[in-house]
């Protein structure tokens, strides 16, 4: 295959379209650096996309004193929303409470509470619980969000379908993300600003020449291959970060990453309105069961050591009824196998901090410089979605050392790609296209401005009926959508539109992505003959 040189030193070159590498890629961009971003598949084909969605502070990291993480992720919360009101929304937690519950937690609050009050044998007493929620609602500065309150299960909605042994709960305030939406629109704010993103390029080595760094990539498609000059390289491979320390940079680190598997499972509608349940397991473990995309509930997640990240991560038969098990405890009628309508799973890149069990590795992220007296690399371990901005902040600080004129951060309260509206003003959005597009029903619309935000105009342009937006799909996707898909965020194949840019899939059978997945293929078929003619 020929192999083409770039002719452009960039400042920057960052390898891995994950939430951390589009994160690192558009902050850069914006302080005027040149930056290209290779991924080796769609955006946010890994851990980006299979998370539990969720703009948290991590209430249970509380009792592992990660107070760090947890401060600066609670405090991030309401920063993230303002700039993404379209991709991000509030959401209320509903935390059951029994007195006769009982834990198996190994936690260092554990160990203290057993110490000190042998009696609780592990229990998360009352009291425990509401102390940390008392500092979860106080550590991070919130106005917009709601603060935690105690709720009557035996008249509130919400108990209607715990078991009647549950009478009391406490109800807090997190967030909800639309992850791998929210990894596309930093992708393409970082390209608006500038920014080179390549999908289906593989980084295959990276060099250091003296100061620079020279980087050979490869394109998925025809295997051509190409060189990039660079001044800096980061390296956020998320679970492959260890992989591209060894056997793309080839240098010597000591630095480990943890690999912890997570799987959820989701379910046909198991409630009927929109807050979510904290279940707290007897292994110490908790668990989400969370509304999702209308008529399903999302339930997860699991902590699993995962070998090898070039295993594809699966929800395993016995992770699926673990999850089943654990949410029928606190459930009236308990989940069946034949709820289950999707399963999916992803790999936590964690920093390797010897802890002795997957659900105790810190969940804080780590950035380390090498320079080995040449030019520098920075590589990313573990974070969260959550904590995404702050880490590409933290990386433009690390990197700061190396760049002529360093400029100061600038995205807290910038806007993502059709964000730029106000934090409560879905509705009356939604209500403005439904005039403005008549055609549009109440499931598409609200589809369309949760997903695009004020980019939903841009997308229906000036169709006036259901047939100018083009050939129907299926569940509401139509032609004009997916050439917006293909042509400005990226999307190759029905995957990336259905389980990424969507989450359609669960609405479309099997023959209708094969029929999409066929039309993407020939649109782009055409699309390079009549670049190349
Ligand atoms: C089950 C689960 C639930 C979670 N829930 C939450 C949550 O609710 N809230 C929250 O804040 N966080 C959550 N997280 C954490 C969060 O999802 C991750 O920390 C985050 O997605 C990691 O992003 P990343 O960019 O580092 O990695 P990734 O998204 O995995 O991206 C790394 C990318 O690098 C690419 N790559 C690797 N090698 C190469 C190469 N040689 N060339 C080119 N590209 C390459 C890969 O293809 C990949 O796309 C959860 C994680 C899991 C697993």
């Not at 070159?13 to 991924?39: K, P, Q």
């Not at 969605?53 to 609670?74: I, T």
């Not at 995309?293 to 594809?312: N, R």
């Not at 023959?511 to 055409?526: G, H, P, V, Y």
Request: charged residues 25%; hydrophobic residues 40%; aromatic residues 10%.
């Amino acid at each position: 295959m020929p192999s083409q040189q770039n002719p452009e030193t960039l400042d920057l070159f960052v390898i891995g379209g994950g939430i951390n590498g589009c994160g690192i890629a558009r902050d850069a961009t914006g302080r005027g650096l040149s930056v290209a971003l290779a991924e080796m598949n769609d955006l946010a084909s890994a851990t980006s996309s299979a998370s539990t969605k969720l703009f948290h502070g991590g209430l249970r990291y509380l009792e592992f004193f990660e107070v760090r993480l947890v401060r600066e992720a609670l405090k991030e919360r309401e920063t993230l929303l303002q700039a993404m009101p379209h991709i991000s929304w509030p959401k209320r937690f509903v935390l059951p409470y029994h007195k006769d519950m009982r834990f198996d937690g190994d936690t260092p609050t554990s160990r203290i509470l057993n110490i000190v009050m042998p009696w609780t044998k592990g229990r998360r007493p009352a009291w425990l619980i509401r102390f940390g929620l008392f500092l979860y609602d106080n550590l991070g500065n919130r106005k917009i969000l709601p603060a935690t309150s105690t709720v009557d299960l035996t008249s509130d909605p919400v108990g209607a379908v715990l078991q009647d042994r549950f009478t009391k709960a406490y109800e807090y305030s997190d967030c909800w993300i639309e992850d791998s939406r929210l990894v596309v629109l930093n992708a393409r704010d970082a390209e608006a600003r500038g920014a080179q993103i390549m999908t289906r390029t593989k980084v295959t080595s990276a060099e250091r020449v003296g100061d620079l760094w020279q980087i050979t990539t490869e394109d998925a498609d025809s295997g051509e291959t190409r060189r990039f000059t660079a001044r800096m390289l980061v390296n956020a491979g998320g679970p492959w970060v260890q992989d591209v320390i060894r056997s793309k940079v080839r240098i010597n680190s000591t630095e480990g990453v943890r690999l912890v598997r997570g799987s959820h499972i989701v379910t046909r509608k198991l409630f009927d309105h929109d807050k979510c349940y904290f279940f707290q397991g007897e292994d110490g473990r908790i668990i989400f069961a969370i509304p999702y995309e209308t008529d399903f509930t999302l339930i997860g997640t699991t902590d699993a050591d995962h070998d090898d990240p070039s295993t594809p991560p699966e929800c395993t038969e016995a992770e699926a009824d673990y999850l089943r098990n654990f949410a029928s405890s606190y459930f009236k009628k308990p989940v069946e196998k034949e709820d289950i309508v999707w399963t999916y799973s992803g790999v936590r890149p964690l920093y390797d901090d010897g802890a002795s069990s997957a659900t105790a590795a810190t969940r804080d992220y780590v950035l380390k410089v090498n320079t080995d007296g040449g030019a520098p690399l920075l590589n990313v371990f573990g974070g969260k979605i959550t904590t995404y901005r702050r880490l590409a902040e933290s990386a433009l600080a690390a990197l700061a050392p190396y760049i002529t004129s360093p400029r100061p951060d600038w995205t807290a309260g910038v806007s993502l790609p059709g964000g730029d509206f106000p934090v409560d003003g879905v509705d009356a959005l939604i209500a403005d296209l439904r005039k403005a597009y008549p055609f549009l029903d109440a499931f598409w619309a609200r589809r369309l401005i949760r997903a695009y935000g004020t980019d939903a105009r841009n997308i229906l342009g000036d169709a006036k009926t259901e047939q100018d937006l083009g050939h129907p799909f299926a569940a509401t996707l139509t032609e004009r959508e997916i050439r917006w898909l293909m042509e400005r965020e990226y999307a190759r194949t029905a995957e990336d539109v259905v389980w990424r840019r969507s989450r359609l899939g669960l609405r479309m059978t099997a023959d209708e992505i094969a029929t999409l997945d066929t039309w993407m293929k020939s649109a782009r078929a055409s699309e390079t003959v009549s670049t190349k003619g």
